[in-house]
């Protein structure tokens, strides 16, 4: 059984930084592209950051990020992090990391077939 679980969410202030973690279970962890996906009460949910878990290491980000976060992954710990800095206001949301096994379509939402359980990030000013 697929597992993922993401942990890291708290309460900031405006400017501070958070490290959100996805740990993955029962999938080859290599095989798989980790996606970092966001929802805020009444919106979409959308794509933050995502990243192939292969030696290519190849990431993506969403245009709204601004530099401001980095996705890595840890594959001896089937482990992806979420670095955020500069963290706004309009960051708060649900975060849920997500697994795929198609690379050429990382960036759509629908793709991923799995989904962790989410990890609530507030940003108070």
């Known amino acids: 059984e697929v597992q993922l679980q993401a942990s890291g969410g708290g309460l900031v202030q405006t400017g501070g930084s958070l490290r959100l973690s996805c740990v993955a279970s029962?999938?080859?962890?290599?095989?798989?592209?980790i996606g970092w996906f966001r929802q805020a009460p009444g919106k979409e949910r959308e794509g933050v950051a995502y990243?192939?878990?292969?030696?290519?290491?190849?990431?993506y980000y969403g245009e709204f990020v601004g530099g401001r976060f980095t996705i890595s992954s840890d594959t001896a710990k089937n482990t992806v992090h979420l670095q955020m800095n500069s963290l706004k206001r309009e960051d708060t949301a649900v975060y849920y990391c997500?697994?795929?096994?198609?690379?050429?379509?990382?960036?759509?939402?629908?793709?991923?077939?799995?989904w962790g359980q989410g990890t609530q990030v507030t940003v108070s000013s």
């Open positions: 997500a697994a795929s096994k198609v690379l050429m379509t990382i960036t759509v939402r629908e793709e991923y077939a799995y």
């Open positions: 029962g999938l080859t962890f290599d095989d798989y592209v």
């Open positions: 990243i192939s878990v292969d030696s290519a290491g190849t990431t």
